[in-house]
């Protein structure tokens, strides 16, 4: 294994009923006013806001609200909760729902405590070092954000969807009760296996150096995916199956899947991200489309790690056979694989490829993602 530091300061409290605790958990941290962050009124109708209310009052804390976090959320709404952060001394985030509502809270965290524009932090003028603190309470996994310092934003009026991350940004304390996920969409649930495959399979065929413990743990997250998502399809309320499907969300994006790997990118993100920002689709949705295509361009670079992949976590043999393999398990439980499907049209691929590469050229990334590149994988995705 290559050299490496592993750092990550979040505390993890999983099971059931833990949401019932996070007054608790905030009030460890000597604060008395946070700022409730959301998306629909979900969670106020099935009774996790009251439950949440409850227990902040119980533990002398004062809280505002914030809902209508988008699917694929925007920077308009950060610019509202730290606006709301500022007026209202607010001293910390809390986060309820899935990634999305996460990625807003984190940066409303370190917008709060900067002077300028929040955007700065996407467009790379600045980092992140100081932010209110972020505590979180998860009712969808996927992007694996309660354990990371990433962030993802759409700057709804240039419509660029770029990342923030600094060290200030880990969440402090994150809840995970298997239970309040029992109610996702078998569509979001597709979406969000989608999405942790992609975040394992960035890194396992783009990685100049994998070691073989790391290349097993990967493969063990992706199995586990399979498997739970199978399951859940059929049985939404199988916790033990939900517990493992958002373990492994969480394990994939948290940091330990890097230890001791070099040279690894997230080209399928980076490609998706201006596809949810110009269609607005789902970005699992988004990721099931380029992640099979992306392979199809790496496989005269990785063909003995594709090969790999094909025997150990869909049991065939051969690259393409491997392909096929996770483009027909899309298929199955219900995520599109091509640009069609989508909804994107094959005529807006120049476009694609001309936005794509400026926006290569503009953070010095051009000699990897390349204009053939960018136009080769989408054409693989038509």
Not at 1 to 10: D, E, H, S
Not at 30 to 52: A, E, H, M, Q
Not at 68 to 83: D, F, Q
Not at 278 to 284: A, L, M, N, S, T
């Amino acid at each position: 294994m290559k050299n490496f530091t592993y750092y990550n300061p979040t505390r993890i409290e999983f099971g059931r009923g833990k949401e019932k605790n996070i007054g608790k958990y905030i009030s460890e941290f000597g604060i008395s006013n946070v700022l409730i962050v959301y998306g629909s009124d979900r969670i106020r109708k099935n009774g996790l806001f009251d439950t949440v209310a409850q227990s902040l009052a119980e533990n002398g804390i004062r809280f505002e609200t914030l809902g209508g976090v988008k699917s694929n959320p925007i920077l308009s709404k950060v610019y509202e909760g730290v606006e709301i952060a500022k007026a209202k001394n607010i001293e910390a985030v809390l986060a309820i729902g899935g990634g999305s509502v996460l990625d807003s809270s984190k940066s409303i965290a370190a917008g709060a405590l900067y002077e300028g524009d929040v955007w700065d932090f996407f467009i790379g003028k600045t980092v992140p070092t100081k932010a209110l603190r972020i505590f979180d309470i998860m009712t969808l996994a996927a992007t694996g954000s309660e354990m990371n310092n990433f962030a993802v934003v759409t700057n709804d009026k240039t419509k660029q969807k770029f990342s923030l991350a600094g060290p200030a940004t880990f969440p402090t304390v994150s809840v995970i009760n298997p239970e309040l996920q029992a109610t996702v969409t078998n569509e979001y649930l597709a979406y969000s296996a989608a999405d942790i495959f992609a975040h394992s399979l960035d890194l396992y065929f783009s990685a100049t150096y994998f070691p073989e413990y790391i290349a097993g743990y990967v493969e063990n997250i992706l199995k586990t995916v399979i498997r739970t998502t199978e399951i859940l399809l059929h049985n939404p309320t199988d916790y033990e199956a939900r517990g493992e499907f958002a373990w492994a969300a969480t394990q994939a994006l948290n940091g330990s899947t890097f230890c001791g790997v070099e040279g690894n990118r997230y080209d399928t993100h980076f490609i998706e991200h201006t596809l949810s920002a110009e269609y607005d689709i789902p970005h699992g949705a988004g990721l099931s489309i380029i992640v099979p295509a992306w392979m199809m361009w790496q496989k005269s670079q990785f063909s003995e790690r594709l090969e790999r992949f094909a025997k150990n976590v869909f049991n065939v043999q051969g690259v393409d056979n491997g392909i096929l393999a996770l483009k027909q398990w899309y298929q199955k439980i219900g995520t599109p694989t091509t640009l069609i499907e989508g909804n994107i049209p094959e005529k807006d691929i120049p476009t694609l490829v001309e936005k794509l590469f400026g926006i290569s050229r503009m953070t010095g990334a051009e000699s990897v993602y390349t204009e053939e590149m960018i136009r080769t994988i989408l054409e693989y995705a038509k």
